[in-house]
């Protein structure tokens, strides 16, 4: 004969509990005391819904039984807190990479980009005492992302740390490869004592411009050795520049190619060839 039955639960009320702990009674299954919800669920199931408006209209928790009530107030006390301890500390991580932002605008990185070229570009006079012309001025070069080839040499020297060494005055420069090296106007006091240049590139350089070419062309060892000369997208060259290079004595080819700053080609062109008759000039201009 069976036992009688427990009183169904109060309206509102959670399931009933055994008493002594939670232990099994008789003819039920086993029964466990409900924990308390934990703080941050307690918080979530507050975002979910179970909240109504206050009176100043920000989040309250709802109405129900006096021991879920303090457990939604509890957890929606700490959810607050947390919110706004996770905002301070994003705010502070969000406040230097604005700055930073500032810095890597592209305006910043020019100007920082052009400071470096300047530096590399800064003539070192007593580098030159040191250690002789053609030497200071392949570390110029190379420094500057340029290439250069030694008299008697078929290798392209392009590691600043790979030049080679001996004694003084034993590798002369015999040619320039300047393609997309930074190279700049400050920088051609390097080329004064080079005696063995026979052969100049100037390849989308953004810092050649018409004084660099004047300077080439006033250079004196430049003027007795310079064979061949070319100057290929180079976008501050205009017909100024180009015709100042009729004072290279000795030059006996020039390329000129994609160079939007001529506008008068045709009278450039005569101008060349009338100072220097025997100069092979190809041209790859629009």
């Known amino acids: 004969m069976a036992g009688p039955r427990a009183p169904p639960p109060a309206p509102g009320a959670g399931p009933a509990l055994p008493q002594g702990g939670g232990k099994a ?31 100043q209209g920000g989040l309250q928790p709802a109405a129900g039984p006096p021991e879920e009530r303090i457990r939604l107030e509890r957890g929606w006390a700490e959810g607050r807190a947390w919110e706004s301890s996770s905002t301070m500390l994003l705010g502070k991580f969000i406040q230097p990479v604005h700055s930073l932002k500032k810095l890597s605008a592209p305006g910043a990185c020019r100007h920082l980009w052009g400071w470096l070229n300047a530096v590399f570009n800064k003539v070192d006079y007593e580098r030159i005492q040191a ?8 570390e110029w070069l190379l420094r500057c ?4 080839r030694f008299q008697g040499y078929d290798k392209w020297q392009h590691d600043y740390n790979g030049l080679p060494t001996g004694p003084l005055g034993k590798y002369k420069i015999q040619a320039i490869d300047a393609t997309e090296s930074c190279i700049m106007y400050r920088g051609f006091d390097y080329l004064d004592g080079l005696r063995h240049v026979e052969e100049i590139k100037l390849s989308n350089c953004i810092y050649i411009q018409d004084e660099c070419l004047q300077r080439i062309s006033e250079t004196e060892s430049l003027q007795k050795s310079l064979l061949r000369l070319m100057i290929i997208s180079c976008g501050n060259v205009t017909d100024k520049g180009i015709i100042a290079l009729h004072k290279l004595t000795n030059l006996e080819y020039l390329f000129l190619s994609d160079l939007p700053g001529i506008r008068e080609k045709e009278t450039t062109v005569q101008i060349l060839k009338k100072s220097k008759p025997s100069l092979e000039l190809e041209l790859d201009l629009e």
């Open 131 to 138: 250690v002789g012309p053609d030497r200071a001025a392949s």
């Open 145 to 148: 992302g340029a290439l250069v």
């Open 25 to 55: 009674v008789p003819g039920q299954g086993e029964l466990r005391a409900a924990r308390p919800r934990p703080l941050a669920r307690a918080g979530r199931a507050a975002c979910r819904g179970r909240e109504v408006g206050g009176a």
